[in-house]
């Protein structure tokens, strides 16, 4: 019987699947063609894991995930993500640390760092910093498919000038609208309490379908979620991992993965241990000279 029933699931969503691409072509495609990246469109048609992910997230309504397709399509040809790589994105940000992949949670889901207190609020830099971020995203999308994030707000030292809302909706967004089910959970550790009323908000813009992932944690209860081995030692973890560019810090991906997270070789732990040392200096001076030269830090 219940495998009788789980055919017939796969059957509905099939037909889903079906009924979103069709209506997709009938009723945005006809006379807005140039709305959208025709390397999207196609693989919105042959790609049956992404039509699943907008029905997933909207509750198997085609409606809803067609106007989610059609806000993500858009958003992807606006910002050129199709042909978004490392060469077109500033140096400099990569060069902060604000922002970059390192580590698994206990659950094996890849961790997506974002260090608030190099963070200030620039209206002028505002769109190449989407940019990064969706560089970030579509990086791991293509390197790992179908498989979630960890979001990690290090909200150490940070304070008021650090938070920029605009921005923070974005990477909402991000997770509600532009990669649907790339979420595992969203963790804002070691929160000042100055910043309870912008949280709030934030809690907000998440959405019925995302706030039971979202999880404040003070530095010892974070470990509810990460293990020592992938928390800085501020956090009370282990972790010798110092951010460094170039390389990009990212390439242990396909990690084997077991109950507890990801499994680490013991030549692993040895490499890992001596990896990316040097610029221990870099997040002072961007505390000290973020205002005056972007390239040392990073305006938000």
């Known amino acids: 019987m219940a495998e ?24 945005f495609l006809q006379d807005s063609t140039d709305k959208y990246d025709s390397r999207d469109v196609e693989r919105l048609q042959t790609d049956d894991a992404l039509v699943e992910g907008y029905l997933t997230w909207r509750l198997y309504d085609v409606g809803d995930a067609l106007k989610m397709i059609d806000e993500s399509l858009q958003w992807r040809k606006e910002f050129g993500l199709n042909d978004l790589t490392e060469s077109t994105i500033p140096r400099w940000m990569f060069e902060t640390g604000a922002v970059y992949l390192h580590g698994y949670d206990k659950e094996g889901n890849k961790l997506f760092w974002f260090k608030v207190k190099l963070h200030v609020k620039d209206a002028k830099t505002i769109l190449d910093k989407k940019k990064y971020v969706a560089f970030w995203l579509e990086r791991y999308a293509k390197k790992e498919p179908g498989m979630p994030l960890t979001v990690v707000f290090d909200m150490a030292e940070s304070g008021l000038s650090n938070i920029d809302m605009e921005f923070v909706k974005y990477i909402i967004n991000c997770f509600k609208v532009y990669y ?29 379908e995302a706030i039971s992932k979202l999880k404040f ?55 890992k241990e001596g990896e990316m040392e040097g610029k221990d200096a870099l997040e002072s001076s961007f505390n000290s000279e973020v205002a005056v030269k972007p390239k040392k830090g990073w305006r938000w």
């Open 4 to 27: 009788l029933d789980q055919h017939e699931g796969e059957q509905d969503l099939e037909k889903k699947i079906e009924e979103t691409r069709q209506r997709f072509k009938n009723e």
């Open 180 to 208: 649907p089910k790339f979420l595992s959970k969203m963790i804002i550790v070691d929160m000042p309490w100055i910043m309870n009323a912008a949280w709030k908000i934030v809690k907000s813009w998440l959405g019925p």
């Open 217 to 271: 944690a003070s530095r010892s209860e974070v470990q509810t979620f990460i293990g020592p081995e992938y928390l800085p030692p501020h956090m009370g973890g282990t972790d010798p991992f110092k951010y460094s560019y170039p390389p990009l810090p990212d390439d242990d991906f396909q990690t084997p993965i077991c109950d507890n997270g990801p499994i680490v070789s013991e030549d692993e732990t040895e490499s």
